[in-house]
Structure formats: C-alpha cells, structure tokens
T-cell receptor, first 112, second 114 residues
Framework: GIQVEQSPPDLILQEGANSTLRCNFSDSVNNLQWFHQNPWGQLINLFYIPSGTKQNGRLSATTVATERYSLLYISSSQTTDSGVYFCAVPIYYGGSQGNLIFGKGTKLSVKP | EAGVAQSPRYKIIEKRQSVAFWCNPISGHATLYWYQQILGQGPKLLIQFQNNGVVDDSQLPKDRFSAERLKGVDSTLKIQPAKLEDSAVYLC????????????FGEGSRLTVL
C-alpha cells in the first residue's frame, strides 16, 4: 500500500522562526491534506492541496504531485503553532477515496 | 456551520467492559468515518460509511468492535469487550460526497482501558 513519510519527526523552534515540514508519498495521489493536531487532540484542517501552492496567513503549502512530495511552511512561528502536523493522502476502496493514510507526523514545539 | 460533534470526550473503563461513542457529522455530509489514534501514531481508519451503507470496514476488529449509522446521519461505535490495547482516541470525521478526500474531524473521544 501507499507509504507516507514525514520529516523531521521532531522540531523545536524559537518563537518568530520559520520552518519547513516535508511529506513524501510513495504512489501517485490526486489530493493531500495537512492537519494540525493541537495539544487537546483535535485535528484541524490546514490545507486540502492536490497540487500547486496555497497560503493561509503565516502558513503555506506546496504539493508537487509529479515528484510525490508536499511541503508545509510556517513563518514567524508562535507558541500556539505547537502540536503535531500530519499529512494524509486518500486511497481508493470500494469506489470511494475517503480512507486517508496518515504519516507519523512532525511534532513541533515553539518556545517563547 | 457546526463541526463534527462527538461524545463522550473522555471515558475510563476496565478491561472486558463495554463502551459506546457517538458522532454527529457536519450537516449534509454523506460520508462518515471512524478512526483510531493510538498515542504517538497517526490515525487509522476503522470504518467508513456512505449514507447508511458500509464502504470499508476491512480494519475493524469485528470480534469486538461494531458500528452503525442507521438513518444515514449520526453514528455509534461500540467496543465489547474492551481490551487494554483499545486505549486510544476515537476520531469521527465526515466529508461531502463530491469532495470525499477532504475530511473534517471532531474533537475525539479518549478511551482509557484499565
């Protein structure tokens, strides 16, 4: 089955710093999602990004589907950015593509 | 627009007891999912419903787990009897029919089995 690998597994930043998180996937996909799991456990949608680049405030994401990777950029990090960042790609089953395969996540800690 | 609602948020039970979790998806979302997230790992799909029909339950441990979505709206996930290794967060998600790959998650139900 498809493999999703994220790097780095852990990242510690000083508040205000920038960072890049990477997601590699082993097979072609037609969409990809980035999530932030906050310290209370909720998965928050960041981007639904099959290809190209999207921006939302201090966060942006780029997916290069032909090269099977996606990048999440966090600029001017804040302590509230702490948590685990997951990327996930869907697989097809029974004519549906809802089953998301998640990477192991990048745990981000932003220090004040 | 209200998000995915789940209850209870926390549950502590002893092994061999039973537990049930409830989920109400975003209004109008035809597809509903239950995921299990064990500490330190990414979520893993347990079961996917399209309206009230099961699309994928290949990773559901059917000897102890069951789920239903009788009227195509809210859903219940049951574990009976619980084992220690069932300690996890159970996440419910939903998606629109025409954007099935874009999932929206609830806050989760954290289960501790003692």
């Amino acid at each position: 089955g498809i493999q999703v690998e994220q790097s780095p597994p852990d990242l510690i930043l000083q508040e205000g710093a920038n960072s890049t998180l990477r997601c590699n996937f082993s097979d072609s996909v037609n969409n990809l999602q980035w999530f932030h799991q906050n310290p209370w456990g909720q998965l928050i949608n960041l981007f639904y990004i099959p290809s190209g680049t999207k921006q939302n405030g201090r966060l942006s994401a780029t997916t290069v589907a032909t090269e099977r990777y996606s990048l999440l950029y966090i600029s001017s990090s804040q302590t509230t950015d702490s948590g685990v960042y997951f990327c996930a790609v869907p697989i097809y089953y029974g004519g549906s593509q809802g089953n998301l395969i998640f990477g192991k996540g990048t745990k981000l800690s932003v220090k004040p | 627009e209200a998000g995915v609602a789940q209850s209870p948020r926390y549950k502590i039970i002893e092994k061999r007891q039973s537990v049930a979790f409830w989920c109400n998806p975003i209004s109008g979302h035809a597809t509903l999912y239950w995921y299990q997230q064990i500490l330190g790992q990414g979520p893993k799909l347990l079961i996917q419903f399209q309206n009230n029909g099961v699309v994928d339950d290949s990773q559901l441990p059917k000897d102890r787990f069951s789920a239903e979505r009788l009227k195509g709206v809210d859903s219940t996930l049951k574990i009976q009897p619980a084992k220690l290794e069932d300690s996890a967060v159970y996440l419910c998600a939903s998606s629109q029919r025409d954007r099935e790959g874009e999932l929206f998650f609830g806050e989760g139900s954290r289960l501790t089995v003692l």
